[in-house]
């Protein structure tokens, strides 16, 4: 992949991991926010996971999915951390989607 493509796209999941933070807080469950997210992983997924990476980011990706609501029990934070986390899976699953695909091709194709 181009280098430049490569820096871009670890800047927009690294900016995609700010939004969630910021509107975790400020805006929590608006549904746009999360499209905009949502959009953001499937660019991240096509471009921005190796194959190398591709089998401890999904294990990573599966990890945040069942814990995002773990925290909703927490007194005074709980809330604000459930909301942050739901914002990170909207980013994250579908590059997580796109990138298990891929894999799932790829493994296929070698048959």
């Given at each position: 992949?181009?280098?430049?493509?490569d820096?871009i796209?670890?800047?927009?999941?690294?900016i995609?991991?700010?939004?969630?933070?910021?509107?975790?807080?400020a805006m929590?469950?608006?549904g746009?926010i999360?499209?905009?997210l949502?959009l953001?992983g499937i660019?991240?997924?096509?471009?921005?996971?190796?194959?190398?990476?591709s089998e401890?980011?999904l294990?990573?990706?599966i990890a945040?999915?069942?814990s995002?609501?773990?925290f909703a029990l927490?007194?005074?934070?709980?809330?604000?951390l459930v909301?942050?986390l739901?914002?990170?899976?909207?980013?994250v699953?579908?590059a997580a989607?796109?990138?298990a695909?891929?894999l799932?091709?790829?493994?296929?194709?070698?048959?």
């Amino acid at each position: 992949m181009d280098m430049k493509l490569d820096k871009i796209a670890t800047w927009l999941f690294l900016i995609g991991v700010a939004l969630a933070v910021i509107f975790g807080i400020a805006m929590p469950d608006v549904g746009y926010i999360a499209a905009i997210l949502a959009l953001i992983g499937i660019i991240v997924g096509f471009t921005n996971i190796t194959a190398a990476e591709s089998e401890k980011f999904l294990i990573a990706a599966i990890a945040l999915v069942i814990s995002a609501n773990s925290f909703a029990l927490v007194p005074m934070l709980g809330s604000m951390l459930v909301n942050i986390l739901k914002y990170l899976v909207a980013l994250v699953a579908p590059a997580a989607v796109i990138v298990a695909l891929i894999l799932i091709w790829k493994l296929a194709k070698t048959k």
